[in-house]
């Protein structure tokens, strides 16, 4: 197998626009070589998904779930260019799946990294900085640990870079880009919400013995 460099994929990303992951998938299937990897990026419709990404997208669906027994609940806007691409089963059945997506990631609460406020990246470096695992460490070497995590971190809260549930070898941003490339839009998730029965309702821990005994009027 051919070692595939970071550079590489970088390079035949540019001239494509395709996905990160579809770029290595393509130049792993062809040892590496250049013109044969965009040839195949093209027959599988990959190769101009990502340069649609930049057309307006406002037209859509806004997507529900409801998982089996009622407790979560999941409500999601996917939006497309043209209201006849909404009508159409392929988009249909995307925002479908990203919102059972949703509904199978608790952690996940952004739309994209790039979409993570900074005070969350901040509280989230100041926790890992305080770790006593790195309390020994230098510096220098501290803080790309701590980059490492963060950047990991990140990810799980990103609702695009998780593994997608019906086929963990994609990721939900490379499972968008290829209906993108099947129906020939820009394709963009725009806002979810997660509903989970009774989230922020405190319980009360009520003391059975004590309640029974009241109602026979024991004192």
């Given amino acids: 197998m051919a070692d595939i460099s970071a550079k590489l994929v970088k ?5 494509t626009g395709a996905g990160m992951m579809d770029c290595k998938k393509a130049l792993v299937e062809n040892e590496g ?15 101009s998904a990502g340069k649609k990404g930049g ?33 159409r089963e392929e988009f249909q059945t995307l925002v479908r799946n990203i919102a059972m997506q949703i509904a199978a990631c608790p952690n996940v609460e952004y739309v ?8 969350v990246v901040e509280r989230e470096k100041a926790i890992e900085m305080g770790k006593d695992d ?4 230098p510096e220098n070497i501290k803080e790309k640990i701590v980059l490492g995590r ?12 998780q593994p997608f549930i019906k086929d963990q070898n994609i990721s939900v941003e490379e499972l968008v880009k290829q209906t993108i ?15 989970v029965l009774g989230e922020g309702i405190e319980k009360v821990e ?3 013995a004590d309640e029974v005994a009241a109602q026979m009027g024991v004192q």
């Fill in 33 to 47: 070589n250049m013109e044969t990897s965009i040839e195949w990026l093209r027959k599988k419709g990959l190769a």
């Fill in 55 to 87: 057309r307006v997208a406002s037209e859509g669906l806004v997507g529900s779930y409801i998982h089996t027994g009622g407790r979560v609940g999941v409500l999601v806007e996917v939006n497309c260019e043209t209201d006849f691409v909404a009508r």
């Fill in 112 to 119: 994209k990294v790039e979409d993570i406020p900074a005070e």
């Fill in 134 to 137: 790195l309390g020994n460490k």
């Fill in 181 to 195: 490339a099947q129906i020939g839009e820009n394709i963009q998730v725009r806002r979810f919400v997660r509903f």
């Fill in 11 to 15: 390079e035949l990303r540019e001239k």
């Fill in 150 to 161: 963060i950047e990991k971190r990140m990810k799980e809260l990103s609702l695009m870079d």
């Fill in 206 to 208: 009520a003391n059975f």
